[in-house]
């Protein structure tokens, strides 16, 4: 069964700063794509960035990069020069490369950012 | 990029009563959809795997009898809440895509749901 963790809660950050949201996985099928979404107290789940099992380099969409480190399972996010409009909740998702499956997400990061 | 649409954002209900959500692409074919359930400040749970013409497929411990999901065309899928109690409220989310190799999963915006 695939699982995703991320251990951290909450995480606090001053605008302009870099952060890191942690993100393991667990799956032994070789074929997976890693997501990451934002959702703010709105509700709608907005995608940032996504990754490929078979990816070489990591994949990187303006001041999100995600780091990717296969051996260890992990997919942490990393947000750079953080605002006040990035203070949402992120959640890390993965899904197998098969027809018809489904997102599987993490319990998600609660970030605050302050000025 | 392709666009989910659900309705309602919001309903409140009484008990007893049931209602219905409905997920939309707008501009894709989803031959697969999905229901997650959502509660304050916690993770998006799968509920159910909805596919174009066949039955769902429900997650365990997910009553179908209770979470009715019709997916009738290749654009549209539907959640009815049925005899809805209080504790069925919650926020329901949908998604789609068009393929397991798409690099992007769409979301509708969610409807929260309340029931009084």
């Known amino acids: 069964a695939q699982k995703i963790t991320q251990t951290q809660p909450g995480m606090f950050v001053q605008e302009k700063e870099a952060v890191t949201l942690d993100c393991t996985y667990d799956t032994s099928d070789p074929s997976y794509g890693l997501f990451w979404y934002k959702q703010p107290s709105s509700g709608e789940m907005i995608f940032l960035i996504y990754?490929?099992?078979?990816?070489?380099q990591n994949a990187t969409e303006g001041r999100y990069s995600l780091n990717f480190q296969k051996a260890r399972k992990s997919a942490n996010l990393v947000i750079s020069a953080s605002q006040l409009g990035d203070s949402a909740m992120y959640f890390c998702a993965m899904r197998l490369n098969q027809a018809g499956t489904a997102l599987i997400f993490g319990k998600g990061t609660t970030l605050s950012v302050s000025s | 990029g392709a666009v989910v649409s659900q309705h309602p954002s919001r309903v409140i209900c009484k008990s007893g009563t049931s209602v219905k959500i409905e997920c939309r692409s707008l501009?894709?074919?989803?031959?697969?959809m999905f229901w997650y359930r959502q509660f304050p400040k916690k993770s998006l749970m799968l509920m159910a795997t909805?596919?174009?013409?066949?039955?769902?497929?429900?997650e365990q411990g997910v009553e179908k009898d209770k979470f009715l999901i019709n997916h009738a065309s290749l654009t549209l899928s539907t959640l009815t809440v049925t005899s809805a109690h209080p504790e069925d409220s919650s926020f329901y989310i949908c998604?789609?895509?068009?393929?397991?190799?798409?690099?992007?999963?769409?979301f509708g915006q969610g409807t929260r749901l309340t029931v009084v």
């Open positions: 501009d894709f074919q989803a031959t697969t």
């Open positions: 998604s789609a895509g068009t393929g397991p190799l798409n690099t992007e999963a769409f």
């Open positions: 990754q490929g099992s078979y990816d070489q």
């Open positions: 909805s596919n174009e013409g066949s039955k769902a497929t429900y």
